[in-house]
């Protein structure tokens, strides 16, 4: 019996995806050759890579609007330099919500000036800071939409003066929003949309070109979009899986559907946190994560328990990060109501014994 996967990442995967995957992986499109060993440039996989850059671009709204979609390597950790390299010129502004925001900003400042528009370190980050100001003279600001560590989701993003960054490594594709308010967008596979290999990268052509640095070929956004996402050899099993996982989506009803999906998964499970005396939520009830629910227990004295209640249930890689400790529950796409209807019970359950 497959287990309740509450992993923040890499994230399940659909059933029905897994099975296409690995079918192609011993026979990709009845050719008789394995998806791993066919040639990057045979028509078969360049029809992969079209079919995945437009269907992201169809998901998010972004269809004739001026955008490219890429599939790249490095993991959104390269994209804090990628970003830098290709937008930042004299100064930028980024809003600090968490970890990778903050390394974001670190990897920054090696090329120029960043300023932290507003920051919820002085919590430990379990707020989204709100009210502030976002300089217009500025080359872009920069946000992280949701944080997996601390469970803390953007409900709303400012209108920014300035073009507008957002890293969407672990929430792309589960909500709506008018994507067109952002400039870039990128976000790693491997938390929503299919396993780690790959990175998601949508940018509006038009803020390119704009700095006087010389930057190096493969970090150059413009040469992989004149590559068509080919400019080196891509990571083709993990921008397959992720074809499949867009068709999955679009098949659904697109955004919208899971969406209504995740809202039922994220109410679910924040209602026993909330009714349940033996937990407590990390984040501010306001900036809730739809995609991680972070919580610890009220009562160490039940953590033996309460985690061999959870192993017998079948539920795994519900730890939460060092820095907080606890617990996260990590509900994308493709985790069923189901699984969390799961851990709800095994928490009830946990309150009836104590």
Not at 58 to 64: A, P
Not at 151 to 176: H, L, W, Y
Request: with cysteine; net charge neutral.
């Amino acid at each position: 019996m497959k287990k309740h996967n509450f992993s923040a990442g890499p994230c399940i995967l659909p059933q029905e995806v897994l099975q296409k995957a690995s079918e192609a992986v011993l026979n990709f499109n009845n050719d008789n050759l394995s998806l791993l060993e066919i040639s990057h440039r045979s028509k078969p996989f360049v029809d992969v890579m079209e079919n995945a850059r437009s269907l992201a671009l169809e998901l998010l709204g972004l269809e004739g609007k001026g955008y490219k979609a890429l599939f790249l390597q490095g993991g959104a950790s390269t994209q804090f330099l990628m970003v830098a390299l290709n937008m930042l010129e004299k100064r930028a502004g980024y809003l600090n919500t968490g970890t990778w925001s903050d390394k974001a900003i670190k990897e920054a400042k090696i090329y120029d000036d960043i300023y932290e528009v507003a920051s919820s370190k002085d919590a430990n980050f379990n707020y989204i800071p709100k009210g502030y100001d976002i300089p217009t003279d500025y080359d872009y600001f920069h946000c992280t939409s949701n944080n997996t560590i601390f469970g803390t989701q953007m409900k709303a993003f400012p209108n920014s003066p300035i073009p507008m960054v957002c890293d969407m490594s672990s929430d792309i594709f589960s909500r709506e929003l008018d994507f067109s308010k952002f400039d870039l967008i990128y976000a790693g596979a491997q938390k929503n949309m299919g396993p780690a290999g790959t990175t998601l990268v949508v940018v509006k052509e038009d803020v390119l070109g704009k700095v006087s640095r010389k930057i190096p070929s493969m970090m150059d956004y413009k040469i992989h979009i004149n590559k068509s996402s080919m400019f080196n050899t891509p990571p083709v099993f993990a921008v397959y899986v992720s074809m499949l996982t867009m068709q999955w989506l679009k098949n659904l009803g697109g955004i919208p559907a899971i969406e209504k999906e995740n809202d039922k998964k994220a109410r679910l499970i924040y209602s026993e946190i909330d009714l349940n005396p033996l937990f407590k939520g990390f984040a501010t009830k306001g900036d809730r994560s739809n995609m991680n629910a972070t919580f610890t227990l009220a009562n160490e004295d039940l953590k033996e328990t309460f985690e061999t209640m959870v192993k017998e249930a079948g539920i795994n890689g519900l730890n939460g990060h060092r820095s907080v400790g606890g617990y996260r529950a990590s509900m994308y796409n493709a985790m069923p109501l189901e699984s969390v209807g799961v851990l709800v019970d095994v928490m009830s359950e946990l309150e009836r014994k104590a």
